[in-house]
């Protein structure tokens, strides 16, 4: 796929399109995880009710309050899995594979916390929560709720690859000014004007190099050599695989091995070879 120079008008980041329906989509995502709080502690009430079993309405809304908090501190790692484990980096069988793999550390992730969060809460009661209590064994307990979390892992994932595919679509540009240098990356099904200086670094990955263009980064079938070439002397090469464009360049810090680490205007900090300590500083 190759690569070429356009031009477009744009904005640091997402743009203003992208911004709101960023936003918008996780108001979707927090009324829907409120449904399933309420929906979830209302039925596991009538569940026990119905089984002559008995507990406190607070403990039970305290079980699903401390697994909705769980499962949103594992949504960061959900949505960089899918935005970095995808085609064209990987097969989709490969794709397939590593979804499914990281469930186990999600759940044991999700488990943890929510028991821990348990605790502390009944601890505070002055009482003490036990976690397997029902189960003959840790093993029967632990598969009890992988089977329960892998089932909301996998709606997680596929809401993530839904939005991400929505806000990469309202990144497309509309307008096409002729004052901006910019470069043409076709990141999967999505093809990208991306304008030159708000390029901070290009990495070769295999057959492919990675764009870092604002807080994303953009996967594009293209040799270092060939989009150096085309973005041209503005970007300066500090390692044989990463090219970096030199007005983000805030502070160079050298080591005694004459390596050195490049610090951008928005804190990254990249290794350089000392083979291109020279042509940085120039």
Same mark, same amino acid.
């Given at each position: 796929?190759? @690569?070429?120079?356009?031009?477009?008008? &744009?904005?640091?980041?997402?743009?203003?399109?992208?911004?709101?329906?960023?936003?918008?989509?996780?108001?979707?995502?927090?009324?829907?995880?409120?449904?399933?709080?309420?929906?979830?502690?209302?039925?596991?009430?009538?569940?026990?009710?119905?089984?002559?079993?008995?507990?406190?309405?607070?403990? /039970?809304?305290?079980?699903? +309050?401390?697994?909705?908090?769980?499962?949103? +501190?594992? @949504?960061?790692?959900?949505?960089?899995?899918?935005?970095?484990?995808?085609?064209?980096?990987?097969?989709?069988?490969?794709?397939?594979?590593? /979804?499914?793999?990281?469930?186990?550390?999600?759940?044991?992730?999700?488990?943890?916390?929510?028991?821990?969060?348990?605790?502390?809460?009944?601890?505070?009661?002055? &009482?003490?929560?036990?976690?397997?209590?029902?189960?003959?064994?840790?093993?029967?307990?632990?598969?009890?709720?992988?089977?329960?979390?892998?089932? +909301?892992?996998?709606?997680?994932?596929?809401?993530?690859?839904?939005?991400?595919?929505? /806000?990469?679509?309202? #990144?497309?540009?509309?307008?096409?000014?002729?004052?901006?240098?910019?470069?043409?990356?076709?990141? &999967?099904?999505? =093809?990208?004007?991306?304008?030159?200086?708000?390029?901070?670094?290009?990495?070769?990955? #295999?057959?492919?190099?990675?764009?870092?263009?604002?807080?994303?980064?953009?996967?594009?079938?293209? =040799?270092?050599? #060939?989009?150096?070439?085309?973005?041209?002397?503005?970007?300066?090469?500090?390692?044989?695989?990463?090219?970096?464009?030199?007005?983000?360049?805030?502070?160079?810090?050298?080591?005694?091995?004459?390596?050195? @680490?490049?610090?951008?205007?928005?804190?990254?900090?990249?290794?350089?070879?000392?083979?291109?300590?020279?042509?940085?500083?120039?």
């Amino acid at each position: 796929m190759a @690569t070429g120079m356009g031009t477009s008008g &744009g904005r640091h980041g997402m743009n203003g399109a992208q911004r709101r329906l960023a936003l918008l989509l996780a108001a979707g995502f927090a009324i829907v995880l409120l449904a399933i709080l309420v929906a979830d502690a209302e039925s596991m009430m009538s569940d026990l009710a119905l089984s002559g079993k008995h507990d406190t309405a607070v403990h /039970i809304w305290s079980w699903e +309050t401390t697994s909705i908090i769980a499962w949103l +501190t594992a @949504t960061p790692a959900i949505w960089w899995l899918v935005l970095r484990v995808r085609p064209p980096r990987f097969s989709w069988v490969v794709v397939a594979l590593l /979804i499914l793999l990281a469930s186990v550390p999600v759940s044991l992730w999700h488990i943890a916390l929510m028991v821990g969060l348990r605790k502390l809460f009944y601890a505070m009661e002055g &009482g003490r929560y036990h976690f397997f209590d029902l189960f003959g064994s840790i093993a029967d307990r632990l598969l009890y709720e992988y089977r329960k979390d892998f089932a +909301t892992y996998l709606q997680f994932a596929g809401l993530a690859v839904i939005a991400q595919w929505l /806000i990469a679509r309202a #990144g497309l540009p509309v307008a096409v000014p002729a004052t901006q240098r910019m470069l043409t990356v076709a990141d &999967g099904a999505v =093809t990208h004007q991306v304008p030159v200086d708000q390029i901070d670094h290009v990495t070769a990955a #295999g057959n492919y190099v990675e764009i870092a263009w604002a807080p994303r980064t953009l996967l594009h079938r293209a =040799t270092l050599a #060939g989009v150096g070439a085309e973005l041209g002397a503005g970007f300066v090469q500090i390692h044989r695989s990463r090219l970096v464009r030199r007005a983000a360049i805030r502070r160079i810090e050298t080591d005694r091995s004459g390596d050195f @680490t490049v610090v951008l205007e928005n804190g990254t900090e990249l290794k350089g070879s000392r083979r291109y300590r020279e042509s940085v500083q120039g």
